[in-house]
C-alpha cells in the first residue's frame, strides 16, 4: 500500500503563508491526495484533495507536483485557528478502493 | 445540519463485556468507515464499507466486527474486548466514490477497556 511521509512538526507566524510538504513516492496512478486536519478533541477535518492538478478552495491550495511523488498544502495567510494537526492522506484506487492511508501527520504551530 | 454521529463519546468497560459503538450519518453517504487513532500511530482504518452489506478489512481488523445494514447505521462491534483496544475511535462517511467527495468525520468516541 502507498503511503506518506510528512514533517513531524512545523511552525509560523500568524498571518504568514505555510507550506506543509508530503511525500508519496509509491503513489499509483489512481490515488487522490486528500488532506484533513484535527483539531485537539475533534475529528479529522476535510481540507483539499487533488489527483493530478492544482487544486484551491476557500481554505487552502494543493500543489501536486509532475511527478505525482509529493505534494504541498499551502495556508495562504495562516491564523491562530489553524494551529493543527495535519494529515496527507491518500485514497487508493484498484483493488484497495476506498481504502485510506494515513500519514503521520505535522503539527502546525502558529506563533501570534 | 449534515453530521456523522458517534454514540458514545466515552465509555470504559471491563475485558470480555462485549460493546457496540454506534454509527450514523444524515447525508445519504454509500461509503462509511471506523479508524482507530493511538499515539503515534496516527489514525488507522478498522473496516470499511462501500453500501448497504458491503464491507472490508482495513489495515487492524482484528478484533472488530462491523455490519451495515442500513446505508445511515454502521455500527463497530467489540465482541470481547481487550486492553489493547484501549483507544480513540473515529467514524467517517462520503459519498461514492469517495474520492471525489472529502470525507466527513465524526467527534469520535474514546473507549477505554480495563
Known amino acids: 500500500d502507498a503511503k506518506t511521509t510528512q514533517p513531524n512538526s512545523m511552525e509560523s507566524n500568524e498571518e504568514e503563508p505555510v507550506h506543509l510538504p508530503c511525500n508519496h513516492s509509491t503513489i499509483s496512478g489512481t490515488d487522490y491526495i486528500h488532506w484533513y486536519r484535527q483539531l485537539p478533541s475533534q475529528g479529522p477535518e476535510y481540507v483539499i484533495h487533488?489527483?493530478?492538478s492544482n487544486v484551491n478552495n476557500r481554505m487552502a491550495s494543493l500543489a501536486i507536483a509532475e511527478d505525482r511523488k509529493s505534494s504541498t498544502l499551502i495556508l495562504h495567510r495562516a491564523t491562530l485557528r489553524d494551529a493543527a494537526v495535519y494529515y496527507c492522506i491518500l485514497d487508493a484506487g484498484g483493488t484497495s478502493y476506498g481504502k485510506l492511508t494515513f500519514g503521520q501527520g505535522t503539527i502546525l504551530t502558529v506563533h501570534p | 445540519e449534515a453530521q456523522v454521529t458517534q454514540n458514545p463519546r466515552y465509555l470504559i468497560t471491563v475485558t470480555g463485556k462485549k460493546l457496540t459503538v454506534t454509527c450514523s450519518q444524515n447525508?445519504?453517504?454509500?461509503?462509511m468507515s471506523w479508524y482507530r487513532q493511538d499515539p503515534g500511530l496516527g489514525l488507522r482504518q478498522i473496516y470499511y464499507?462501500?453500501?448497504?452489506?458491503?464491507?472490508d478489512k482495513g489495515d487492524v481488523p482484528e478484533g472488530y466486527k462491523v455490519s451495515r445494514k442500513e446505508k445511515r447505521n454502521f455500527p463497530l462491534i467489540l465482541e470481547s474486548p481487550s486492553p489493547n483496544q484501549t483507544s480513540l475511535y473515529f467514524c467517517a462517511s462520503s459519498l461514492y466514490p469517495p474520492r471525489v467527495r472529502g470525507y466527513t468525520f465524526g467527534s469520535g468516541t474514546r473507549l477505554t477497556v480495563v
Open positions: 447525508m445519504n453517504h454509500e461509503y
Open positions: 464499507s462501500m453500501n448497504v452489506e458491503v464491507t
Open positions: 487533488g489527483l493530478t
